[in-house]
């Protein structure tokens, strides 16, 4: 590479040049030979040279800017020119030259990111702290405290725990205004919460539904335990066969996915506003035929369908109403609610039957449904003798017709699939 003294000939530039190649030498030797004690102290090390070299990097783009050097290469601004040179995203760049920009008016913190003392993500948490401090302080030394505490817990504590800290420094450092200030940004932060709350569901074509949603922490909380609730139980397979049980673990979004739609299932609806006049429950469309067997698909009142088993699985936990329909689907007659368990004997059920009935599954009966052994649609009766504790996943199961049920004399159930 040929050089140019003109480009080389600053201190800075000779000693960026020297460390390059230094650095490129050690990247590239062989590193079986040192021990356990040289590779961690030589990994430390480097995260604290990387620390360095970001410190020179602002430090430089912080001159740059004060140059001009963008406009005068035709860009925009400094750190538009910078993300073109150096390939960088330019929102990344951006968001360098501000803190380059803030390092200039924190120099404790500037003068630890150039020691290797801190990261630079720990340099962007003292800084933007330390800037959004309320101007209007009677003690103009609360700044300069709150940096140095900040910089102390920096050198144990990694960049996100350092953000929490940070949100309530005033009241460790000014506590006679910091408690006062941090229940005002509290209560605003929990009003723009709730008022910017927001969900969306989009259908993906496919079966499933997408969302997203952006809620307070508190009912994020909320949400959270719940679904634990229902996700927490340990849920064994229906076999004792190692590599079935193997089989059947599921990682924990898709566990707390499955708690979702049993939450969703559960929802009282009786004690939900009402909507239409009517209770916020989802209305199943259902022929006779498919009820007691078929295969025609069930509809919903949106107008989306559900497969039989699917729907036989519901009717097994909620209300059904008979209705009769003319040749042209018009509504000549409707029945009332039938056939569910009362509380009384899900009561009952619980106290003789205190876990799923599934073989090998010990999920708890209260986070169970009651289902009929012999269909209700077929005749059968509500009543305890007819009755049976399946857990939601294994409720599923024994309306799925890939699997077929084998009743024990233990009165446990067990199932295998259909070849």
Same mark, same amino acid.
């Given at each position: 590479?040929?050089?140019?003294?003109?480009?080389?000939?600053?201190?800075?530039?000779?000693?960026? &040049?020297?460390?390059?190649?230094?650095?490129?030498?050690?990247?590239?030797?062989?590193?079986?030979?040192?021990?356990?004690?040289?590779?961690?102290?030589?990994?430390?090390?480097?995260?604290?040279?990387?620390?360095?070299?970001?410190?020179?990097?602002?430090?430089l783009?912080?001159?740059?800017?004060?140059?001009h &050097?963008?406009?005068?290469?035709?860009?925009?601004?400094?750190?538009?020119?910078w993300?073109?040179?150096?390939r960088?995203?330019?929102?990344?760049?951006?968001?360098?030259?501000?803190?380059?920009?803030?390092?200039?008016?924190h120099?404790?913190?500037?003068?630890?990111?150039?020691?290797?003392?801190?990261?630079?993500?720990?340099?962007?948490?003292?800084?933007?702290?330390?800037?959004?401090?309320?101007?209007?302080?009677?003690?103009?030394?609360?700044?300069?405290?709150?940096?140095?505490y900040?910089?102390?817990?920096?050198?144990?504590?990694?960049?996100?725990?350092?953000?929490?800290?940070?949100?309530?420094?005033?009241?460790?450092v000014?506590?006679?205004?910091?408690?006062?200030?941090?229940?005002?940004?509290?209560?605003?932060?929990?009003?723009?919460?709730?008022?910017?709350?927001?969900?969306?569901?989009?259908?993906?074509?496919?079966?499933?539904?997408?969302?997203?949603?952006?809620?307070?922490?508190?009912?994020?909380?909320?949400?959270?335990?719940?679904?634990?609730?229902?996700?927490?139980?340990?849920?064994?397979?229906?076999?004792?066969?190692?590599?079935?049980?193997?089989?059947?673990?599921?990682?924990?979004?898709?566990?707390?996915?499955?708690?979702?739609?049993?939450?969703?299932?559960?929802?009282?609806?009786?004690?939900?506003?009402?909507?239409?006049?009517l209770?916020?429950?989802?209305?199943?469309?259902?022929?006779?035929?498919?009820?007691?067997?078929?295969?025609?698909?069930?509809?919903?009142?949106?107008?989306?369908?559900?497969?039989?088993?699917?729907?036989?699985?519901?009717?097994?936990?909620?209300?059904?109403?008979?209705?009769?329909l003319?040749?042209?689907?018009?509504?000549?007659?409707?029945?009332r609610?039938?056939?569910?368990?009362s509380?009384?004997?899900?009561?009952?059920l619980?106290?003789?039957?205190?876990?799923?009935?599934?073989?090998?599954?010990?999920?708890?009966?209260?986070?169970?449904?009651?289902h009929?052994?012999?269909?209700? &649609?077929?005749?059968?009766?509500?009543?305890?003798?007819?009755?049976?504790?399946?857990?939601p996943?294994?409720?599923?199961?024994?309306?799925?017709?890939?699997?077929?049920?084998?009743h024990?004399?233990?009165?446990?159930?067990?199932?295998?699939?259909?070849?």
């Amino acid at each position: 590479m040929a050089k140019d003294s003109r480009h080389h000939a600053h201190t800075v530039c000779r000693a960026v &040049a020297k460390s390059r190649r230094k650095t490129r030498q050690a990247a590239t030797a062989d590193l079986w030979s040192m021990s356990d004690e040289d590779v961690q102290a030589a990994l430390v090390e480097a995260e604290k040279l990387r620390a360095q070299a970001d410190a020179l990097a602002l430090r430089l783009v912080a001159e740059a800017d004060r140059r001009h &050097a963008g406009e005068r290469a035709g860009a925009t601004d400094t750190a538009s020119w910078w993300a073109h040179r150096t390939r960088q995203e330019r929102r990344v760049a951006k968001g360098r030259a501000r803190l380059a920009e803030s390092l200039d008016r924190h120099e404790p913190t500037a003068a630890a990111l150039v020691e290797g003392a801190i990261s630079v993500d720990h340099a962007r948490v003292v800084t933007s702290c330390v800037d959004r401090l309320p101007d209007d302080l009677e003690d103009p030394t609360v700044p300069t405290r709150a940096e140095q505490y900040l910089l102390h817990e920096a050198q144990h504590l990694d960049p996100k725990t350092l953000a929490v800290l940070a949100k309530h420094v005033l009241t460790v450092v000014a506590p006679e205004i910091g408690e006062a200030r941090d229940a005002a940004a509290l209560e605003r932060e929990e009003r723009e919460a709730r008022a910017g709350a927001w969900l969306t569901m989009c259908p993906d074509g496919k079966g499933s539904v997408r969302g997203k949603f952006s809620i307070p922490e508190l009912h994020a909380a909320m949400l959270h335990k719940t679904l634990l609730a229902y996700a927490a139980p340990k849920h064994q397979a229906a076999t004792k066969d190692p590599e079935a049980e193997l089989a059947e673990r599921r990682p924990s979004p898709e566990r707390m996915g499955d708690a979702f739609c049993e939450l969703l299932e559960r929802l009282p609806t009786d004690q939900l506003p009402k909507l239409g006049g009517l209770n916020a429950t989802v209305v199943v469309t259902l022929d006779l035929e498919s009820l007691t067997g078929g295969l025609a698909p069930g509809v919903l009142d949106d107008g989306s369908a559900i497969s039989a088993a699917t729907a036989r699985r519901l009717a097994c936990e909620a209300g059904l109403i008979p209705a009769v329909l003319g040749t042209r689907s018009e509504l000549l007659d409707l029945g009332r609610k039938t056939r569910l368990f009362s509380g009384a004997q899900r009561r009952g059920l619980n106290l003789t039957q205190p876990t799923c009935t599934a073989q090998g599954c010990d999920w708890p009966a209260h986070l169970c449904h009651a289902h009929h052994d012999q269909p209700w &649609a077929h005749g059968g009766k509500t009543d305890l003798a007819n009755a049976r504790n399946l857990c939601p996943r294994h409720h599923a199961r024994i309306h799925d017709p890939a699997f077929e049920t084998t009743h024990l004399p233990n009165g446990r159930v067990a199932f295998h699939r259909r070849t």
